[in-house]
């Protein structure tokens, strides 16, 4: 670890974070009845039941030598330490019987947390600490670790089946109308990616290598693309149409016969005439009719399908951040709307909402430039691949964070969703998917040149 990214204290509001971050998982665990440990939501990734041992197995194995926690090694130290990536390779095997009983991870997450906070809040430990400060900065990567693993969760809840977990209210009916769809032209001007190497406040390594790039002037839209724009894609048989995708996108649509997004659902009987068929949106504990002004989730191969259809491009990663964050007078913001810090009426994030909400809801969120919606309710896909800024290096604790994604094969998004924590919405933060994954809550808009 470089002595520029460390957190120079163990800051008092790290536990109380932590204990929060827990809650906000455990809730989610709530929501599962027993037997729904066992489901596999998703066919690339692990059973529910190995996210109930990861979190507690990810913090006992990061924070154990710097703690000196005395815990007796595990097995489920190893058989929770690494999830899935959807890249490649066949679908995992593995059958309930596999995986231990909910009890005994209940319990082994039980020693983990108890020793962790023992130590944690022992004022000897607290003094040596001094001199190793890069405790905070393992407490921030724990942290916020655990509140990509509620985002994780929340997805994936959201494609089990509804009789498999426990009801609360679903989302109300929203059939107002999209706004219109507008271009704004953004002037030629700086964007900055990263924070500076030396800077104090806590970024994954990726975030870090700061990089001021001139952006060309170019034209964004000024919402996130809706259902009802992207209703006019499939209507136009936009999934039938090879032109539109690449050739590896295409393959991937006939491969898994896809006709519209997979939060979309056909409310009528017959697929036959897409033009009249009714759409429902799959809410998280509810289905819907489809809500018009709504960002449309969807894969980023599917994105870049709608914009070449629409004749655009989607924007670049810096492209994206010189919307977001730049100002006609020329200066950068620390979110679009300003320097003030996230609160609920700037934007759909930080858990307040299980779904989506109209794009046009939080005006109060609009960047200098007025651009919509930018941070919650949906990440956006950019046409960068995920790579390293200038001067990049890897945690030392972590060093496959994000070297590993460094393939080619993964896509820059920023912004957030509505189950984004508000830590995670600052300027570097940088998000990456593969491009045939649909089941994240990711949206789009378009640029032209």
């Not at 190793?132 to 994936?156: F, K």
Request: neutral net charge; contains cysteine.
């Amino acid at each position: 670890m470089t002595a520029s990214r460390v957190v120079t204290r163990l800051e008092p509001s790290l536990l109380t974070r932590l204990e929060n971050a827990r809650a906000n998982t455990d809730a989610l665990f709530a929501l599962l009845p027993p037997n729904s440990f066992y489901e596999r939501p998703i066919p690339a990734r692990h059973r529910l039941i190995f996210y109930l041992g990861h979190l507690e197995a990810f913090d006992r194995n990061l924070l154990s030598p710097a703690l000196e926690l005395g815990l007796e090694d595990s097995p489920f130290d190893k058989l929770f330490a690494f999830g899935i990536d959807p890249v490649g390779g066949g679908l995992p095997k593995d059958q309930p019987r596999d995986w231990p009983e909910i009890a005994q991870v209940e319990r082994y997450n039980r020693q983990v947390r108890a020793r962790l906070d023992e130590r944690l809040r022992d004022p000897s430990v607290t003094r040596a600490l001094t001199a190793s400060p890069e405790i905070g900065t393992l407490l921030h990567v724990a942290i916020e670790h655990r509140l990509m693993h509620a985002e994780t969760l929340a997805y994936l809840l959201h494609n089990l089946a509804l009789e498999k977990k426990l009801s609360k209210a679903g989302p109300a009916i929203d059939a107002r109308p999209a706004p219109d769809a507008k271009m704004v032209t953004i002037p030629s001007g700086i964007a900055t990616l990263g924070q500076p190497r030396h800077s104090l406040a806590f970024g994954w390594d990726n975030e870090f290598g700061m990089q001021r790039v001139l952006v060309p002037s170019f034209s964004i839209s000024a919402f996130p693309v809706t259902n009802a724009e992207y209703l006019k894609f499939v209507q136009a048989g936009g999934y039938q149409t090879g032109k539109y995708w690449r050739t590896e996108d295409w393959d991937w649509v006939r491969k898994e016969k896809l006709e519209h997004p997979l939060f979309w659902k056909r409310a009528s009987a017959s697929p036959a005439e897409d033009a009249k068929t009714k759409w429902e949106y799959r809410g998280m504990f509810a289905t819907i009719p489809l809500p018009p002004s709504w960002p449309v989730y969807v894969s980023y191969a599917e994105a870049s399908a709608f914009a070449k259809w629409a004749g655009r491009k989607l924007p670049t990663e810096e492209q994206w951040q010189r919307a977001a964050y730049g100002t006609p007078e020329g200066r950068e913001r620390a979110y679009p709307w300003g320097d003030e810090p996230a609160e609920f009426w700037r934007g759909n994030f930080n858990q307040d909402r299980w779904d989506p909400t109209g794009v046009d809801t939080h005006p109060e969120g609009a960047s200098g430039f007025g651009i919509y919606d930018l941070l919650g309710n949906g990440w956006e896909w950019t046409s960068t691949t995920f790579g390293p800024l200038p001067e990049f290096e890897p945690f030392e604790f972590y060093r496959g964070y994000s070297a590993d994604f460094f393939d080619g094969k993964h896509y820059v998004m920023k912004g957030g969703s509505a189950r984004t924590d508000a830590c995670m919405l600052r300027r570097s933060y940088r998000n990456w998917f593969q491009p045939h994954y649909p089941y994240i809550y990711s949206s789009f808009r378009c640029t032209e040149e």
